[in-house]
């Protein structure tokens, strides 16, 4: 039997190394430690001669001390070679994971780019890339990948994505150019306004005004000139039916703001000329930067302008509805003392026209209308009820059909409504004041998610650019997007309190 090693030394390895170490017939016992790093272990006894098995495991440089007795008691120290083991990754530093460049250029892909590894140093000469298969010809976003590896085997990869652009700096120029033109056209006719303004003033110590000054201002002429270009506008819109669908829609802000039918188109109107006009500043902010607007942009940026309207307008009329909700029990006070002083249905309509101001007046008012025009009751307060669509107008509205058809104290039948009212608008203040808290926690939530990847985004505007680059990344925003819609919507379901 040959004593020793079976491994004597291995230079550098990243899988963990197993010595066997076999004593000869004269050992009688032997113990052995393992040097790690130059820092010695503690000693294992063996009490017999049969070999043993020493797994080295982790990153470090080895060797084993043996010390071996006779039968006589004499000791005998083998020591091993050298045993390296590596299997930490070397470290990959890439400055830039995003690179923009036109169709065609040339890229310095290695700029900003170092590797080291603890055992072998500095490996940024060793760095590998697969720049030679990626086409720099052709626009799109192209996957760059870094790749690295050290002597034992172990291997580290980066990834950063090029967006080759079409080569659009004709296009660009005259962008830039035309956007300069207009602003010094624009600056040239400011300058002229200021100074007729001046030797207007000048002048005027001078002359005699006539009474009737019939001349309007720089911005009142501006605005008529617009109002008459969307009134031709809207009537080329008119022309088409599914605009006209679409305009239709808006008719129910006609009473909250005053409109006519026709004005519905005309808003139409002003929905397209502002998303054309976001879409102007967007493009000109694009090509001041030196870029073009893609498609995408395009349809995100006229979509935004396009739709501000309707957000303007939808909180109005929220905030038209809510008055009328809260004013609706005073119109039904004044209506039911009108009866207790022994007036009818229709003159206590009229007093509630009178009494009272606002969107309640003006609804009370067109009710009044429709019954001096030979409505029914009924029919038009189901109208007034479709119109505003809250539920303390379908109760009343329910309860006067109910009246009309079968008769009764119409006294103490609006005496229940008005209590029914009064305590349905004292639970739900109580009931407000104590979802208080839990509202605002669900708005304070709502708002986090959106607020910290606009954070992010402002301190670090490359840090989300790999979802985008990548297919999976697209598939996974959407599917974030639609699991932060049901949770907005599940948690409004569950804060709503119906009575």
Not at 135 to 154: E, F, I, M, Q, W
Not at 226 to 239: A, D, G, N, T
Not at 332 to 358: C, P, Y
Not at 462 to 491: D, K
Request: no cysteine.
């Amino acid at each position: 039997m040959e004593e020793g090693f079976n491994i004597n030394n291995i230079d550098i390895t990243n899988e963990d190394v197993v010595v066997t170490f076999t004593p000869s017939s004269r050992v009688r016992n032997y113990s052995y430690r393992i040097i790690k790093n130059n820092s010695y272990g503690e000693f294992v006894n063996i009490d017999n001669n049969e070999k043993i098995d020493i797994k080295l495991s982790d990153t470090g440089t080895y060797k084993i001390e043996i010390t071996t007795y006779n039968y006589y008691g004499v000791s005998d120290v083998i020591l091993s070679g050298n045993y390296v083991i590596d299997k930490d990754a070397p470290v990959l530093n890439i400055n830039t994971k995003t690179f923009k460049i036109k169709k065609g250029n040339s890229l310095n892909f290695m700029d900003g780019v170092s590797a080291s590894d603890a055992v072998d140093g500095d490996l940024t000469n060793f760095i590998t890339t697969n720049i030679d298969e990626i086409n720099l010809n052709s626009t799109g976003v192209k996957t760059l990948k870094y790749s690295v590896s050290d002597k034992a085997g172990n291997v580290v990869t980066s990834v950063a994505y090029i967006t080759v652009k079409p080569d659009n700096t004709n296009l660009i120029r005259i962008g830039q150019i035309s956007i300069s033109f207009i602003t010094i056209l624009l600056i040239i006719l400011l300058f002229k306004y200021i100074r007729s303004v001046m030797l207007e003033r000048r002048f005027s110590k001078y002359t005699i005004n006539s009474v009737k000054n019939k001349s309007i201002s720089l911005l009142d002429n501006l605005y008529i000139q617009y109002k008459k270009f969307i009134e031709h506008f809207s009537k080329m819109l008119s022309k088409s039916s599914f605009l006209l669908k679409r305009a239709h829609k808006y008719s129910k802000y006609n009473d909250a703001f005053d409109l006519k039918d026709d004005d519905n188109m005309k808003f139409m109107a002003n929905k397209i000329v502002l998303g054309i006009v976001y879409l102007a500043i967007i493009a000109s902010l694009r090509l001041l930067q030196s870029e073009v607007i893609g498609i995408l942009e395009i349809l995100i940026a006229f979509i935004i302008g396009f739709y501000v309207l309707d957000i303007i307008y939808i909180y109005k009329y929220s905030n038209y509805r809510k008055k009328i909700e809260n004013d609706l029990l005073q119109a039904i006070i004044v209506m039911n003392n009108s009866f207790k002083a022994g007036n009818s249905i229709t003159q206590s309509i009229e007093m509630v026209s009178l009494e009272l101001d606002g969107p309640i007046a003006k609804e009370f008012k067109k009710i009044s209308l429709e019954l001096s025009l030979g409505l029914d009751l009924e029919l038009a307060f189901k109208r007034f009820s479709d119109r505003v669509k809250i539920e303390e107008a379908v109760y009343l509205t329910s309860s006067l059909s109910t009246l009309n058809r079968t008769g009764g104290n119409i006294i103490k039948v609006f005496n229940t409504v008005e209590k029914a009212l009064y305590n349905r608008k004292k639970l739900k203040v109580e009931l407000k004041a104590l979802t208080g808290s839990s509202r605002l926690i669900m708005y304070i939530l709502a708002i986090l998610p959106p607020g910290f990847v606009l954070l992010i985004n402002t301190i670090n505007n490359e840090y989300f650019l790999p979802l985008f680059n990548n297919p999976l990344g697209i598939t996974l925003i959407g599917i974030i997007l639609l699991f932060y819609i049901m949770y907005i919507f599940i948690v409004r379901k569950i804060m709503e309190i119906r009575m």
